[in-house]
């Protein structure tokens, strides 16, 4: 027994450190942490704008392909500190500046909100007379207020405060394609659609390389719901509450959603017209289509050994997926040249 304990001690003893530790003070290490904070706040914030962004000019430009599956949007990002969970509320209002007051973080160019005037760092103080809440609740109580407003697509009041005036906004939405796109924090790299909703892991947002990258993939998977994809899989899908949009809005946990439904709920056929229809959809909103195929190319070739259970295992790396592509890409640019309806192209049927 004591020569088992003493082996337990040699080893012990022998994997530890032999050079000297450096003595660090916890004042300097806390503002390290609090550095690393702020950093890990700005990174996720600028990935959020970002999406929302490039969503948001698909979804308006293209909302022709979404059918009936319509709302409105104003094109205007609002936040608050509690966008991020708690050990980050102070972070966000050191590095970023965000308070419990909702607070227009930005504003898309051309877009109604920008058209009515409306400018980021604008404090929005009503819609339509109903007076924006403060505190952790209020981004959730006012994103159900305004979707409601955009389900209507009704010109809307807005009051705002700006320099510590007050002033009176008209904004009238334009039509949007009524899909939530969100960020998911896991740094794999993945995209998926579940029929409301469109969710683009942070790993994804690192591998798309400029926006048009990042718009192939949000108009792919937008695809998948313009064309109802899910629907035709899971008839059972609802939407759930205001609370779970919001949380969809300022990134989710999709609990290895992605692994497990990705792979099996879209077939070669879904995948094919998500790619049709998803290239249409880039050519409303004005983007560039011509890098498509090899982008897909290049995800396929950066993770080979990853196909079973990354976005390759439902996005097939096949060699017809890269013809049909540039074939889409060859029968878009004859229809922008000879101006013709940019619709895709329905089956025959006889
Ligand atoms: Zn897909």
Not at 26 to 37: F, G, I, N, S, T
Request: aromatic share 8%; hydrophobic share 45%.
């Amino acid at each position: 027994m004591r020569c088992l304990v003493w082996v337990v001690v040699l080893l012990v003893l022998g994997c530890a450190p032999v050079t000297k530790r450096i003595a660090v003070d916890d004042v300097a290490a806390e503002l390290e942490a609090k550095k690393q904070r702020e950093l890990a706040v700005q990174g996720m914030y600028e990935d959020r704008l970002r999406l929302w962004r490039v969503a948001h000019r698909i979804k308006t430009r293209a909302s022709a392909l979404c059918g009936d599956q319509v709302s409105h949007e104003s094109g205007f990002f609002p936040a608050t500190s509690f966008i991020f969970g708690e050990d980050f509320r102070e972070a966000a209002q050191t590095a970023l500046n965000l308070t419990d007051v909702i607070k227009i973080v930005d504003v898309q160019p051309d877009s109604p909100a920008r058209k009515a005037g409306l400018k980021a760092g604008d404090i929005p103080l009503s819609f339509n007379d109903w007076k924006l809440p403060v505190g952790k609740e209020s981004l959730k109580l006012a994103a159900g207020k305004y979707a409601e407003i955009m389900k209507s697509g009704k010109s809307f009041g807005v009051r705002i405060m700006r320099d510590g005036k007050e002033e009176a906004l008209t904004i009238n939405p334009e039509k949007s394609c009524d899909f939530v796109v969100a960020v998911s924090n896991e740094d794999i790299i993945n995209a998926f659609a579940d029929g409301k909703r469109v969710i683009i892991t942070r790993g994804m947002l690192r591998f798309a390389k400029d926006d048009t990258e990042l718009a192939l993939v949000v108009s792919h998977e937008l695809a998948h719901n313009a064309m109802r994809h899910m629907d035709a899989r899971r008839t059972n899908f609802a939407l759930g509450s205001i609370f779970d949009i919001l949380a969809a809005v300022y990134g989710v946990n999709t609990q290895g959603m992605f692994g497990n439904a990705a792979a099996q709920i879209y077939s070669q056929d879904f995948e094919a017209e998500a790619d049709y229809v998803g290239l249409y959809m880039m050519a409303h909103a004005a983007l560039d289509i011509d890098n498509a195929p090899n982008f897909w190319r290049r995800m396929a070739a950066a993770h080979p050994s990853s196909i079973r259970t990354n976005f390759t295992a439902s996005h097939p790396a096949t060699s017809h997926r890269f013809v049909a592509l540039d074939k889409t890409v060859q029968e878009i640019r004859k229809k922008q040249k000879d101006g013709a309806p940019l619709m895709p192209e329905m089956k025959d049927r006889k």
